[in-house]
């Protein structure tokens, strides 16, 4: 049984419908790419497994658990934790405040150390900034305190949207080498983009979404080389 | 010689640090030494008011007491406003809420009601009392309009802020309507406390002048010092908490805090019960003090004042809440109001009656000031907001964020990405 599994969502804003019958899984130890253009419902996807918006139909389960109706703060305790689109760090306070933040679901003060040992020797350079408040570090290091503070909260399942956003090309290699190295580590992930050269690359299976719809779904290696993905997203 | 005068550090890690205890003042810490030199001033202050009015400092320490009830005011809306950045612009509701729990509960004014009983409970015990019915009713307030953000909840809080004086008002069988309440029980001293071994009446006795009537200002002057004290340790160590540090995600990113896992309406919650608590606090005070509560003393105006000191002290800093509310309470109950018959005087001895004189359109200039007040307290407020925007002490994070933006701009590197 997958550990994370979408039956049949749909999803709306208001009246408009952003999710229509999108089913998807994660299994254990997989990286698995959301790939599609702006608007396609991937962020919203993202949104409806964290309990920030509930899906008007269908099932979201998480190791065989029901959480379709769960509020976000629950969900995060069962295990899943994101870092957001944009990073949305807490501008004006410090690194290491930023850090403790995302371990607020735990109360084991010797595993939130050991977390933040791991965050550290991972991510050297959050480790020199801790001390600066997180607004003012540059885009590539505030995308790794994002990254890190969702790994404080211990995730089981852990869910990246758009990290490669908006970063010189450098930063964006040692994100997804960072990536990678997370997922080595045992942890699954769900990783949004619309970077689909880089994600098809790094992932294990993807998914293909357009208007809200899954088109297409296989390994990543599989799906990098099928003629309407290159067409559409690897400008091929 | 020049070698000499070098100053070299002294020796040991430890330096500009004060043991007393189990604490360690930090003497190089910025808020240490505002706190610090605030329990000095607040602690000298009756006896320099004496010395200063050659001992007819009696107005102007209860004049201080009352500014005591507005830092409190400050301090407990500054959780609300200042660490989880929820703007309430009805903070006075819960203060009347304070005032009235004491007014109701300490005063003849129940036997007048239906009820027919009147109660007496001791203002020690009010304080706790009024601390959790105005809690209670933040909570009530909070649990459905805290789903709302931003300008929303503005707007409910200030229907709040008119419902409730209003009610009080309307209510006149249980509250006096108009008139408000009076004659309010005085605080009296346990008798544990104040019994024949305190002293009373003798030359040394330590509590000797601890008996709370307006012939007596000090007493009510030390009571708020406390009282602001153990609002000010409690607020601190708030902050510093893990529910601290929530309200705090909260202000910054709501939505990123929902994400790591904050429960955002309990937490908001929380913060609007702690500032109601705090205002119930003050509101018992100014209750017993004045003898008297009206639905006047609650009206929109005190809201908006206790927001104007949080934000020219500095939103979200401790000490820069106590500092602005200090000032504002000074420069608009004390200098102001005095200014007409600082100019008369002034006026008077320099020889320029003239002007002083009303003639035509031209009130004379004393008059002429007193109808300027709020120009002029408008213009104070804009100069400071111009001259200092993160508020006179502004919190660390506001330093932080300045200068890192000045560095880079400075640097050219703005908009820079990795």
Redo the contacts between chains.
């Keep these: 049984m997958a550990l994370l599994e979408l039956k049949g969502i749909d999803a709306f804003y208001a009246r408009i419908q952003a999710l229509h019958g999108v089913s998807l899984t994660v299994d254990r130890g997989e990286i698995v790419a959301l790939i599609g253009s702006n608007g396609a419902g991937k962020t919203t996807t993202l949104r409806t497994i964290s309990g920030l918006m509930h899906p008007a139909a269908g099932t979201i389960t998480f190791d065989g658990r029901d959480i379709s109706s769960t509020p976000p703060h629950r969900v995060v305790q069962l295990g899943i934790c994101q870092a957001p689109e944009g990073r949305r760090l807490f501008q004006r306070l410090t690194v290491q405040d930023n850090l403790e933040m995302g371990a607020y679901s735990r109360r084991d003060r010797g595993g939130i150390r050991d977390s933040l040992e791991k965050v550290f020797t991972l991510f050297p350079r959050v480790k020199e900034r801790r001390h600066q408040l997180a607004g003012t570090l540059s885009g590539g290091e505030q995308q790794m305190v994002a990254i890190s503070r969702a790994l404080m909260a211990n995730p089981r399942a852990l869910m990246l949207d758009e990290p490669s956003l908006g970063l010189a090309p450098l930063i964006v290699d040692t994100i997804f080498g960072i990536i990678n190295e997370i997922n080595s580590s045992g942890v699954p992930i769900l990783l949004v983009e619309q970077n689909a050269v880089k994600a098809l690359d790094v992932a294990h299976r993807a998914y293909v979404l357009e208007t809200g719809t899954i088109v297409q779904s296989g390994p990543g290696k599989e799906l990098a080389q099928s003629e309407e993905v290159q067409k559409a997203y690897l400008g091929i | 010689m020049s070698s000499a005068t070098v100053a070299r550090p002294r020796p040991g890690p430890r330096r500009g640090r004060i043991r007393i205890g189990r604490f360690t003042l930090n003497l190089r810490d910025r808020d240490t030494v505002i706190y610090l030199a605030l329990a000095i001033g607040a602690l000298a202050f009756p006896t320099v008011a004496d010395f200063v009015t050659g001992g007819a400092g009696g107005s102007i320490v209860l004049l201080a007491a009352d500014a005591g009830v507005y830092v409190l005011l400050a301090l407990g809306l500054n959780v609300v406003v200042g660490f989880a950045g929820l703007l309430d612009l009805g903070y006075a509701a819960f203060f009347a809420i304070g005032a009235y729990t004491y007014a109701l509960m300490a005063s003849g004014a129940l036997f007048h009601t239906p009820l027919h009983h009147a109660i007496h409970i001791p203002f020690w015990l009010l304080l706790v009392v009024g601390v959790m019915i105005a809690a209670t009713a933040g909570a009530l307030l909070g649990a459905p309009t805290l789903r709302l953000r931003g300008d929303y909840l503005a707007i409910v809080t200030l229907g709040f802020g008119e419902i409730v004086p209003r009610v009080f008002r309307n209510a006149g069988d249980w509250t006096g309507g108009i008139n408000g309440l009076s004659a309010l029980d005085n605080p009296v001293l346990p008798y544990w406390v104040d019994g024949p071994w305190a002293g009373v009446g003798e030359q040394f006795g330590i509590v000797k002048d601890l008996i709370f009537s307006v012939a007596n200002p000090t007493a009510w002057y030390v009571l708020m010092l406390i009282l602001v004290g153990i609002s000010v340790v409690m607020l601190n160590n708030l902050r510093k908490s893990?529910l601290g540090?929530?309200w705090?995600?909260i202000r910054?990113?709501e939505?990123?805090?929902?994400?790591?896992?904050?429960?955002?309406v309990s937490t908001k919650l929380l913060a609007f019960a702690m500032g109601a608590a705090t205002s119930g606090f003050a509101g018992c005070f100014y209750g017993a003090k004045l003898s008297l509560v009206s639905p006047e003393n609650f009206q929109f105006q005190v809201s908006i004042t206790i927001l104007v000191m949080i934000v020219l002290g500095g939103m979200g800093s401790m000490p820069g809440v106590i500092v602005g509310s200090l000032t504002v309470y000074l420069i608009l109950f004390k200098i102001l109001p005095d200014a007409p018959n600082q100019v008369h005087s002034l006026l008077a001895t320099t020889g320029f009656t003239a002007i002083d004189q009303p003639t035509g359109d031209w009130p004379g200039l004393g008059e002429f000031v007193s109808r300027l007040k709020f120009l002029l307290f408008g213009l104070i407020l804009v100069t400071t907001m111009l001259l200092r925007p993160g508020g006179l002490i502004p919190s660390r994070?506001?330093i932080?964020?300045e200068r890192?933006a000045k560095e880079?701009s400075a640097l050219g590197l703005e908009g820079?990405?990795?």
């Design positions: 893990r540090r929530a705090m995600a910054e990113d939505t990123a805090a929902q994400a790591m896992g904050i429960n955002t994070a506001e932080d964020v890192a880079t820079a990405q990795g």
